[in-house]
């Protein structure tokens, strides 16, 4: 079973709006909680990560949210550009299984001119 | 410094088949994983190698096995080839020093006919 959920499937914006992702977990063990973008016949490359003890990170324009108790956690894309256009991943893991990522389903983002 | 690399970068192969994916991780990463992603999907953890051993296997029958090499270099080997084994082959290295970051490669693409 996924144990992470990842929404929505796909998502279109226009140059500067702001695409939102979200991502839920059940399994409280999990402390690591990265996103991943990938493009097209690529790896998937990490942009940022976040641990529960913080309830936001930001690095450039993107933007991770995390809310414990409710056992979620978003991406927020600032100013997107058509640059950004790619698949986006959300991932969790836990100390005891360092490295062993349990990825979302993904999320394609279509940032528009 | 050298990334993740992996070969061959497409691969296409019959049912029934045997077939060996390599990887080489980035310089000074002694722990490899290995992830398999399936199209429009994310990736699924298959198993991790450290210090030439396995050290966690996800939901894959024994038919998907790996070897770890004293270099960190690493194989995957998959038996008996199904359909449903056409995917994304992902190899991502780590060092347990370097907190949960994984760096991927760009992956094999294997189909099975």
């Known amino acids: 079973q996924q144990q992470v959920k990842q929404s929505p499937q796909s998502l279109i914006v226009q140059k500067g709006g702001i695409p939102i992702i979200n991502c839920a977990y059940e399994?409280?063990?999990?402390?690591?909680f990265p996103w991943y973008q990938q493009f097209p016949g690529k790896g998937p490359a990490l942009l940022i990560a976040?641990?529960?003890?913080?309830s936001e990170k930001k690095e450039g324009r993107f933007t991770i949210s995390f809310n414990k108790s409710a056992k979620q956690f978003s991406l927020h894309i600032m100013d997107s550009q058509p640059g950004d256009s790619a698949t986006y991943f959300c991932?969790?893991?836990?100390?005891?299984?360092?490295?062993?990522?349990?990825f979302g389903a993904g999320t394609q983002v279509v940032v528009t001119p | 410094e050298t990334g993740v690399t992996q070969s061959p970068t497409h691969l296409i192969k019959t049912r029934g088949q045997q077939v060996t994916l390599r990887c080489s991780s980035q310089?000074?990463?002694?722990?490899v994983s290995w992830y398999q992603q399936a199209l429009g999907q994310g990736p699924q953890f298959i198993f991790q190698?450290?210090?030439?051993?396995?050290?966690g296997r996800g939901n894959f029958p024994p038919r998907f096995s790996g070897l770890q090499f004293p270099n960190y270099s690493s194989e995957l080997n998959v038996n008996a080839l199904e359909l449903d084994d056409s995917a994304l082959y992902l190899c991502?290295?780590?060092?347990?020093?370097?907190?949960?970051?994984?760096?991927f490669g760009p992956g094999t693409r294997l189909t099975v006919l």
């Open positions: 991502a290295s780590s060092t347990p020093t370097g907190g949960d970051e994984q760096f």
């Open positions: 399994n409280t063990a999990f402390d690591y």
């Open positions: 976040i641990r529960p003890d913080v």
């Open positions: 991932a969790a893991s836990k100390s005891l299984a360092r490295g062993k990522l349990q």
């Open positions: 310089s000074g990463h002694n722990t």
């Open positions: 190698y450290y210090r030439e051993e396995e050290n």
